[in-house]
């Protein structure tokens, strides 16, 4: 063979090779909208945590990154080495992060992946932030409830006796944060010095506590003897947010024993509240 043949021959052949070569496939990426994950326009509160979710293809994709951003102020950013795409390069790639920002307003986040030979591919979607509806509870407040009910000890082998308590004086001091839910308080209440912890639901300006139960002793004149027995209590309360100031209203109910010398029995307790606190 000639080796002008041989020549054309060769090149032919790497040609050929050349044109047998796969070519790089450029990477993709798009928002994965699984559940529980942000997608376009999705409503979120400010604080909570978001899951945001890409899906990724490409020839051995090396990096992805996540970027929060609004108005080109950078809020939060999460990148991360990755090893994918050698094997089987169309088959998407999922990739999923967790963000908590406090913020307001339209939030920008874009996903960039990157592979080898330095390509990258971008996506970019909104994510609408509100102001959390239960932000207006946090705080500190101090005040005064007043009981009004009775109190009635039964002991065995006498009447019932009964006592009438009027506008009896109780301070309390209520600290409320933000729960996980937007539409939620959570926070401690205490009430003459018995601490409890408290979680409410708000609607509006008001917010609705979950029933608490503690103990508490109160004095008990029981025909001129004084008596202190302890007593396991039921509170339901309610409070409307004015301005700076909670209105609490609501009731107080429970039982406890009495011993006193030879007499035995029980005693119970069952009345409202109402007051005013005042954030500090």
Request: overall charge negative.
């Amino acid at each position: 063979m000639k080796k002008t043949t041989f020549f054309l021959a060769c090149c032919i052949g790497l040609m050929l090779f050349a044109s047998c070569k796969k070519d790089p496939i450029a990477p993709t990426i798009s928002i994965y909208e699984d559940v529980g994950c942000v997608t376009e326009n999705t409503q979120v509160y400010s604080g909570n945590e978001i899951c945001v979710g890409f899906a990724c293809t490409g020839d051995n994709l090396t990096q992805i990154e996540i970027v929060l951003s609004q108005d080109g102020t950078i809020l939060a950013r999460h990148s991360e080495n990755i090893n994918y795409g050698k094997n089987d390069p169309v088959t998407p790639f999922f990739y999923e992060h967790s963000f908590i920002i406090e913020a307001t307003g339209v939030v920008t986040v874009t996903g960039t992946v990157t592979d080898a030979i330095g390509q990258t591919a971008s996506k970019s979607f909104n994510v609408n932030y509100e102001e959390k509806p239960s932000a207006k509870f946090v705080g500190h407040y101090e005040g005064e409830t007043l009981f009004t009910g009775t109190m009635t000890a039964e002991i065995a082998g006498m009447d019932p006796m009964e006592q009438v308590v009027t506008d009896e004086p109780f301070p309390v001091i209520l600290d409320l944060v933000s729960g996980e839910d937007p539409n939620e308080v959570t926070g401690t209440c205490k009430i003459d010095d018995q601490e409890m912890e408290m979680k409410g639901t708000v609607e509006g300006n008001m917010v609705t506590f979950e029933a608490v139960n503690t103990t508490i002793t109160y004095n008990y004149d029981m025909n001129g003897s004084t008596i202190s027995p302890e007593m396991n209590v039921t509170y339901n309360m309610k409070g409307t947010l004015d301005n700076e100031t909670l209105s609490l209203n609501g009731t107080c109910s429970g039982d406890g024993e009495i011993h006193l010398f030879i007499y035995n029995g029980t005693i119970s307790i069952d009345g409202t509240l109402s007051g005013s606190l005042t954030k500090q």
